[in-house]
């Protein structure tokens, strides 16, 4: 009885998430994936496994793709619906964040392969954000 109180919630995979007809909700999930893949970035260098950490930073990338992906099939601008915009733009934030700290834990000549990601994650996240800040028109 205890152990279903502590039971992880398993997220979809990407093919499944695609799947999902709703855009908006295909963007919330498809963040949330990219969430979970850079914690399993932490996990798998806090382990010291380099190839787990790349995969895992390619897997964040692609989750946030399919949300921006998603949200732009909405065909909804982050300025005048923000809602589901700024949703997703506070978890890439929390994305980001997280992935400065990896980056803090790591060795200096570790850290390139944190470089593409994050810079990605950062174009994603500030489109988004300059999107909701931006005047309506």
Not at 40 to 56: H, K, L, R, T
Not at 78 to 102: C, H, T, W
Not at 124 to 130: C, L, S
Request: net charge neutral; charged share 30%.
């Amino acid at each position: 009885m205890i152990a279903m109180l502590f039971a992880q919630v398993v997220l979809p995979g990407l093919d499944q998430i695609r799947a999902d007809v709703n855009p908006e909700r295909r963007a919330k999930l498809a963040v949330d994936f990219a969430a979970a893949a850079e914690k399993n970035a932490e996990a798998a260098y806090s382990s010291g496994a380099m190839a787990a950490v790349i995969a895992a930073l390619k897997n964040m990338v692609a989750g946030m793709e399919l949300a921006k992906e998603a949200l732009d099939q909405t065909g909804k601008t982050a300025n005048r619906n923000p809602g589901p915009f700024k949703a997703v733009e506070l978890k890439s934030q929390a994305i980001l964040e997280r992935l400065g700290d990896l980056e803090k834990r790591m060795d200096s000549e570790e850290r390139s392969v944190l470089d593409a990601a994050r810079n990605r994650v950062q174009e994603i996240h500030d489109a988004w954000f300059d999107g909701i800040m931006s005047k309506k028109k």
